[in-house]
């Protein structure tokens, strides 16, 4: 099974409606490659952002950046129709959801240098030692996501959980052809808010935040 069924979310239009307008898509998109020029009818470039929750930074990003396109990879159902809902009910015509695994659709569905930008926010940290295994960000992944990065495109990561900051940094530091341009305690400092869900509970919290990004150069 692909999808998770997460929290329950209300929906002004159904899953099947928003299928229909192409902005919710197919979860068979992820059994195969992804061709991101058909997929959003025009060649601009494509960013993606993975764990894409509700979908709040998505929104802001594509209303913000008519000429660029976003996919949204986020495996709870509810989350990416929730998203979906919220982006077609804005007009955006260059934001796609998929509800599915994003190991899987960064090591099978897309093509090498795809993609401008990758965006990872609060990806969650597993704080429990027998669940280390569990985070997202391993050498085998940030491996493959460089390789759907373009050359010159970045990856941009933010997390309140400092252990999982220090071991995102040595892992983007080992991987050949990523620099790191970026790496910092960014505190409580508004200046490097991304403009999450997660992130407004967490500020509301008071918990400090870790920001880092690098550039695929080779
Ligand atoms: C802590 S939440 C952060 C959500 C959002 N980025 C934010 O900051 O509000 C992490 C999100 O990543 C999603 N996620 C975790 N692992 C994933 C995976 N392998 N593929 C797709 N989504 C994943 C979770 O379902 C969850 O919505």
Redesign the pocket.
């Known amino acids: 099974m692909r999808s998770?069924p997460?929290r329950k979310v209300r929906l002004r239009n159904t899953p099947e409606q928003l299928r229909a307008t192409g902005v919710l898509l197919d979860e068979a998109v992820a059994d195969g490659p992804i061709d991101l020029a058909v997929l959003f009818g025009n060649g601009r470039p494509v960013e993606i952002?993975?764990?894409?929750?509700?979908g709040?930074?998505l929104i802001k990003r594509a209303a913000d950046r008519p000429e660029i396109n976003i996919l949204g990879?986020?495996?709870?159902g509810g989350?990416a129709a929730y998203a979906a809902d919220r982006a077609f009910r804005a007009g955006l015509n260059n934001v796609r959801l998929l509800c599915?695994?994003?190991?899987q659709?960064i090591s099978k569905c897309l093509a090498e240098g795809s993609v401008s930008r990758i965006h990872?926010?609060?990806?969650?940290p597993w704080p429990k030692r027998k669940h280390l295994n569990r985070r997202?960000i391993k050498p085998n992944f940030i491996t493959r996501l460089r390789g759907i990065l373009r050359l010159g495109g970045t990856v941009r990561i933010v997390t309140d959980h400092a252990d999982y900051f220090r071991q995102i940094r040595r892992v983007l530091a080992s991987t050949n052809g990523l620099t790191s341009v970026r790496s910092v305690d960014a505190g409580q400092s508004e200046s490097w808010f991304v403009g999450?869900?997660?992130?407004k509970k967490y500020a509301i919290e008071g918990r400090r935040f870790y920001a880092l990004s690098a550039i695929r150069y080779e």
């Open positions: 998770r997460g952002e993975i764990g894409s929750g509700k709040a930074f990879i986020e495996w709870l989350y599915a695994d994003a190991e659709v990872i926010y609060f990806p969650d997202l999450t869900n997660f992130e």
